[in-house]
Structures are given as C-alpha cells and as structure tokens.
C-alpha cells in the first residue's frame, strides 16, 4: 500500500481524543426507537435527530487557534465521533441512517464548509464521508469544489465510499457523480486529492463492487474510462518531473487502464490504451534514468516509486498482448547506472506494441543528482 502525505488537519482529524467533552447543555438524547427505525421517520422522530445534530454544530464553527494542540482540536473531534458513533453501524435502522445522514447535511455542512474552522471544515468533510448514504451528494459535490484540499480529499473518499451504492442504483444518482468527477478531473490541481478521484473510478477490484450487476459494472467502466485516461494523459509532465504525489498516483490507476484494455472489443480500441501507457513508461523511464545516477541513494522514496510504476506498467504491457515480456524494470534498482536499462524497456516496449511513447517537455527545477544523496 503506498504512503501518503498527509495534510495537517488531517493529521489532527485521526488523533483519537481522551478528554470528556464539556458542554453548556446537556446533549439531546435519541431514544431506540428512534434508532432502530427500519422505515420513514416521523415528525418528532425527525425532530429529536435534527436536535441532536444542531447540538454539535457549535463545535464545528468555532475558531481555532493552533489545530494542532490537542486542547483546541478536542471539541471538534469528540463532537464528531459522537455524531459518527449516532449516525453509523448496521445497529441503527436504515430509516433512521438516512435521515441522519440527510440532517448531517442540511444543519452541518452549509455552515461549516462556509464559516467553520479550517478543523472544522475538515472533520465535517470525514463525518459526511463516514456516513455512506447517498443523501449526501450534495454535500459530497460541495466538499470536491472547496477551496481547501483536505476537504476536496475527503469528499472524493466519501464518494469511494458510496460509488457502490449509485452505481448500483444508477439513474440520476450515477449520473451526477460522473459528472462531478469529470469536473473535477479537469480542474483539480492537488495530486493527493487527484489519486482519490482516480481511486474512485479505479472499477478494476474492490470487496464493494462484487455485488453490482455486471451490465451496470460495465456500463460505469465505460462511464469512467474517459475520465481515467483524460487525467493520465494530462498530468504527464507530473510523471516526468518526478514529482511523487503524482507518481503515485499513476502507480494506482495502472490496474484501471488493464481492465480498459481487457474489455476492449479488438485491437484497435486497445491501442490507445497501450500508447498511454507507453507514454508513462517513457516519463517515468526518463524521470528515473534523471534521478536515479551513480551515487545517489536507491531507497529515495521518489526513485523506489518511479521503479514501482515502471515494473507495474511494463508488466501490465506484456499481460494486455499476451508477450513473453522480460521484466527488465525488476533489475533496475539493482544496477549501476541504469539509463542502458531504460532504453533496453524503451526498446521492448517500440518491439511488442509498435511504438515507443513520447516524451513531455523537459523536467521542471530538476534538482542536481548530488542533491538526492543520502546524508551521511
């Protein structure tokens, strides 16, 4: 599993605090008839959630001074473990989980998203995230518009969390995350939050996916294939600069571009795919060959991720044509200088799919290789 930054609310997000909450008020209480509701809740059900909702909401919006310092972050997290603790598990009746969820997003997230704490901005993005209800779409297309990327991260995690469910019952539901995602493929400058977003549409796997029709499966393969291949094929230079958030990022949306290909009727309709791929392998073949000189440390975190992508689309080339392909990207953490080793996949590559891939321009603020070295 790759390594991610992490941004620093994050980090406050996924502390667990200890300290009992102190409030004004005692906490509005929901009653077990109200959880277990199976079905449709009725007024003063709905009004005894919506009570303790806007209980919490207070958390949410008051100002920060230090996010990190646990005695500023602990209102915002214990108010939104007591509202994740509420709202979610297969305990509580699905009639009451969607309007919890559907209170969660009418009282919290307009406010929070508009005047709350950075913190609180954030916890409010992993609450909607945690409550797997597709009620919350329209707080998830808010949360990927924010101008705060660790918001824009969750709420991508929020619809990886939900995909399942609107795939599943298509329509509108299907539709409108799509096209959100298309949005944001486009514009989206964050490479974290761009790895969440091709995480999402990466329909290839996942424990979620094993209940859906496989005609509404390959009707949202086909749906996301533009979007996947659209980003990789835009963020190349990413690749080429060797800039790691965006390196990894590839090296996740690698088993997508196969399940694209597997699915193509012929070998026209595959072709595109494998020059795309061909055209990772020569960025990211050019960035290693950059980085990775005489001297300089193999174990840099960028170098190890730039291997990683080159074997895993190498491999991915020779299982889509069926070639008795060497795996020559296997080697290349091994040798001395590796730019012969880099040519010889270029090589390979032009032998088995007809074409070597291109090149974008030339690496922005290449760092110097003695830069890289370890320190001794």
């Known amino acids: 599993m790759m390594m991610r930054r992490l941004f620093p609310a994050m980090v406050v997000v996924l502390v667990a605090a200890s300290a009992p909450m102190v409030w004004a ?135 990886r969390n939900i995909r399942a469910l609107l795939l599943g019952v298509g329509g509108n539901m299907r539709d409108a995350m799509f096209r959100v995602l298309t949005e944001r493929a486009g514009t989206e400058t964050d490479a974290l939050v761009l790895a969440e977003l091709l995480s999402v549409l990466d329909l290839s796997s996942g424990s979620d996916l094993q209940g859906l029709d496989s005609l509404a499966l390959n009707s949202a393969r086909q749906a996301a294939q533009p979007i996947v291949t659209g980003v990789l094929a835009s963020r190349l230079q990413g690749v080429r600069n060797a800039d790691l958030a965006v390196v990894r990022a590839y090296g996740r949306s690698i088993d997508a571009v196969e399940e694209f290909a597997r699915a193509a009727p012929n070998a026209e309709q595959r072709r595109p795919l494998l020059t795309l791929l ?32 080159l074997k895993e689309v190498e491999l991915t080339i020779g299982r889509i044509t069926n070639s008795n392909l060497q795996a020559i990207s296997s080697e290349i953490n091994r040798t001395a200088d590796p730019a012969e080793k880099v040519q010889a996949i270029q090589s390979q590559v032009d032998r088995i799919i007809g074409a070597e891939g291109t090149l974008t321009g030339p690496p922005w603020n290449l760092q110097p290789p003695q830069a890289l070295s370890a320190q001794s």
Not at 65 to 93: C, F, H, I, Y
Not at 113 to 124: I, T, W
Not at 284 to 307: F, H, K, W
Request: aromatic letters at 6%; proline letters at 8%; glycine letters at 8%.
């Open 25 to 159: 008020q005692p906490a509005p209480t929901l009653s077990p008839e109200t959880m277990a509701a199976a079905d449709q809740l009725g007024q003063a059900q709905r009004n005894e959630v919506d009570a303790f909702v806007r209980y919490h909401l207070d958390a949410f919006i008051q100002p920060v001074s230090a996010p990190e310092a646990m005695a500023d972050a602990q209102p915002v997290l214990q108010a939104r473990q007591a509202l994740e603790s509420a709202g979610t598990g297969n305990d509580k009746g699905l009639g009451f989980r969607r309007y919890f969820a559907e209170s969660v997003t009418r009282e919290i997230v307009p406010v929070v998203l508009a005047d709350g704490s950075r913190l609180g901005q954030v916890n409010a993005a992993v609450l909607v995230g945690s409550l797997r209800q597709p009620v919350t779409l329209p707080a998830l297309e808010a949360m990927v518009r924010h101008p705060n990327p660790a918001v824009r991260y969750h709420g991508m995690r929020g619809y």
């Open 278 to 309: 061909a055209d990772i392998l020569a960025n990211a073949s050019a960035a290693y060959a950059d980085r990775a000189v005489p001297g300089v440390d193999r174990d840099d975190p960028t170098i190890q991720a730039l291997g990683s992508l």
